[in-house]
Every structure is written in C-alpha cells, then in structure tokens.
C-alpha cells in the first residue's frame, strides 16, 4: 500500500509563476490537510478537507487555494508564488473527520519548494 | 493564543533514558499526540493521549497531565537511530492540530 504519495519531490520556481503541488492517499481516508513546516516553526495548517467537496482554511491560507474533487486527490496550487512561501510541504490524511478515535494524521514524504 | 513549548535541541548517551517534555496552552483539548521526524523525512505517529497518565509502547512510553498543561515522551534504552526531531501537538476545540516546533535529540555513543 502506497499510503500518501506527493509530487514532485523537490522544485525550483520563479516568483510570479504558478504551481500546484499534488497529493494522492489510497487510505480511503475522509480528512486531508496541507502544512507547511519552515525551520524553527511547527508545522502550520494551510487548507484542510474534512470530506470530499468540502474544503476549509487552516492557520496560514493566504497565496494557497485547494479543491477536493473526490476522496483520494488534495491538490495544493499556489497562484502567483512569493518567495516567502519557500517551504516544505507536507500532506497528510486522517480517518475521521471529528472525534471517534484517535484520527491519527498519516504524513506524505513532502515537496520541497524554493521560490526564487 | 495557542501555544505548544518543546526544547529545542537535547543531547542523550546510547543506551540511557531520555524524556522530552511539552507544554501547551490551547483553546480546548480532544488528545495530544507525539510524533517523529528524521531529517527529510515525513512525521511519523508515535503515541496518542486524551486522558491522564502514561501510555506505554515498547520502548516509547508518553505521559498526560490535563491539569497542568503538560505531558512528556520517555524513551528508554537509546538506540543511535532514535536520533530525530519529536513533534508534540495538542487537538484543539476545533479538532485542529496546533504543532510544537520539535526537540531534535541528538545520540551520542
């Protein structure tokens, strides 16, 4: 089982240029999340989706937009990107949308992105 | 506002005992979790607490005060590849996950 997968690994982009980062889970899982985690910082929440269809702002959503077509796909697209958006991206996925258990995140392995 | 305090840097001897302690101040509390990360790697779930007291996983036990805003990781019998960065976040009323900035302990032989 794949788990998370997420692409691509690593990119250079020019300010001003768009870009969307793709994030895939075969978990079934009904919540996704995209995070950034910059050093000396914990990760902080971009956009989540607690179902597919429906999809809501996390602590720092300004630059991000996201849709949620279907179960499976949570793509992150950064319209005009900045340099301070330069970051490791991680996507992660969850079972339940609140409450009931533990609704343990399960991480992909990141994108790493340099805006230039 | 919210907040999750880790130390930033530890440093422990192979085979000895560490505990990696979290303080938090958050709207709510559904659990708090801890994870691991090495370097370039993803975070990686290690335990989950939602009630008071310690929670034992082999060599990983976690430990809760809801009380006191606190709760720590022990790791017992280091091993050189325990050497990673421990994430502790705390789920808040919004059922959000507020994030530490992480503890990188560093093992020493």
């Known amino acids: 089982t794949a788990g998370i997968t997420q692409a691509p690994t690593s990119q250079i982009l020019a300010a001003g240029r768009s870009m969307t980062l793709r994030c895939t889970q075969d978990?079934?899982?009904?919540?996704m999340y995209w995070y950034r985690q910059d050093l000396g910082l914990g990760l902080r929440l971009i956009h989540y989706?607690?179902?597919?269809?429906?999809?809501g702002k996390g602590e720092v959503p300004d630059g991000y937009s996201v849709s949620r077509a279907n179960t499976d796909d949570f793509p992150l697209t950064l319209a005009s990107a900045v340099p301070s958006q330069t970051s490791v991206y991680f996507c992660?996925?969850?079972?339940?949308?609140?409450?009931?258990?533990?609704?343990?995140?399960?991480f992909g392995p990141g994108t790493r992105l340099t805006v230039l | 506002g919210q907040n999750i305090d880790q130390p930033t840097e530890m440093t422990a001897t192979e085979g000895a005992i560490v505990q990696i302690n979290c303080t938090y101040q958050?709207?709510?509390?559904?659990?708090l979790f801890w994870y691991q990360q090495h370097a370039g790697e993803a975070p990686t779930f290690l335990s989950y607490?939602?009630l008071d007291g310690l929670e034992e996983k082999g060599r990983f036990s976690s430990f809760l005060s809801r009380s006191k805003g606190y709760s720590y990781l022990l790791l017992k019998e280091l091993q050189m590849k325990d050497s990673a960065s421990y994430l502790c976040?705390?789920?808040?009323?919004?059922?959000?996950?507020?994030w530490g900035a992480g503890t990188k302990l560093i093992i020493k032989p």
């Open positions: 992660a996925s969850s079972d339940s949308i609140a409450g009931g258990g533990t609704d343990t995140q399960y």
């Open positions: 978990m079934r899982h009904n919540a």
């Open positions: 989706s607690n179902t597919a269809g429906t999809t």
């Open positions: 958050t709207s709510g509390f559904n659990g």
């Open positions: 607490n939602v």
């Open positions: 976040a705390v789920r808040d009323s919004n059922y959000q996950l507020i």
